[in-house]
């Protein structure tokens, strides 16, 4: 995953160094504490790169970790560098994990989408952010020009992710678009347009520039299911009658 790495810390120089990396930032910074704030639970992960590690405080755990590839060499608390192609998590141990366009910039998402579900516990959530493919943003990463940035992943639809979560028994709860201003490097502009985001949700939800899905795993009942048996008696024949009675 040597190059998704090289893809992360090009990602993550981005969302500080670019306008637009800040307005996204501050979106998700306000959208993700409303939709995770009546989760209960004591451990979280956020599965990304260190410049998201402003997203954590949005989450009620206590010490909600962050976790992400060695491509940072400052000190961030509560901050785990870790190989992403197999997370060092025991398996069904997290309440919540989020990753935010962490799938957009790695070689295998595929992969990285199955240990992030393994390592949810039963009942647990799981965040997952994505650019809109069908969206302004979306066609700004057709025509990017510039590899350095946040334009040149590979942007995966919500109902393909929709997919991957019914594949690993997870329910979905809520499916959230934002991110309705259109990608200009403009500030003057996108705060006259700020007002979109308000009504985005209502009037052109599909086209909005991102996604927040939310899904809960599962839990496999553990109660043994009784089973009714039936059996054909045709073939057993009845015990004849005792010497001194007689059958009816």
């Known amino acids: 995953m040597a190059h998704g790495y090289r893809t992360l810390q090009r990602w993550d120089q981005w969302l500080t160094h670019h306008f637009l990396g800040s ?3 501050q979106e998700e910074g306000k959208l993700l504490p409303s939709l995770l704030n009546k989760h209960l639970g004591k451990h979280a992960v956020l599965i990304g790169v260190p410049n998201q590690a402003s997203l954590l405080s949005g989450m009620t755990q206590d010490k909600p ?17 870790s190989d992403l192609h197999e997370l060092p998590i025991q ?15 790695v070689d295998h998402p595929r992969h990285l989408f199955s240990e992030a579900c ?26 990017a020009e510039d590899s350095s940035s946040a334009f040149a992943s590979h942007m995966i639809h919500a109902q393909k992710i ?12 809520q499916h959230h678009s934002f991110l309705f201003r259109p990608p200009l490097s403009y500030p003057a502009l996108q705060s006259k347009l700020s007002f979109l985001e308000k009504i985005g949700p209502y ?20 109660t043994p299911i009784k089973m009714k048996w039936k059996q054909e008696l045709n073939n057993i024949r009845m015990p004849s009658a005792m010497p001194g009675h007689i059958a009816r």
Do not use: Q
């Open 203 to 222: 009037c052109f939800s599909p086209f909005g520039g991102a996604y927040v899905l939310i899904a809960r795993a599962k839990v496999i009942p553990l």
């Open 65 to 81: 970790l962050l976790m992400s590839p060695p491509i940072h060499h400052g000190h961030i608390d509560f901050h785990i560098e």
């Open 23 to 25: 307005i996204l930032l």
């Open 91 to 105: 398996s069904g141990t997290v309440d919540l994990v989020v990753m935010p366009h962490t799938l957009e910039f």
């Open 162 to 173: 929709k997919g991957w979560l019914k594949l690993a028994d997870f329910a979905m709860e």
């Open 118 to 143: 393994r390592i949810v516990k039963p009942e647990g959530l799981i965040a997952i952010i994505g650019f809109n493919p069908y969206s302004a943003w979306g066609m700004k990463n057709i025509f």
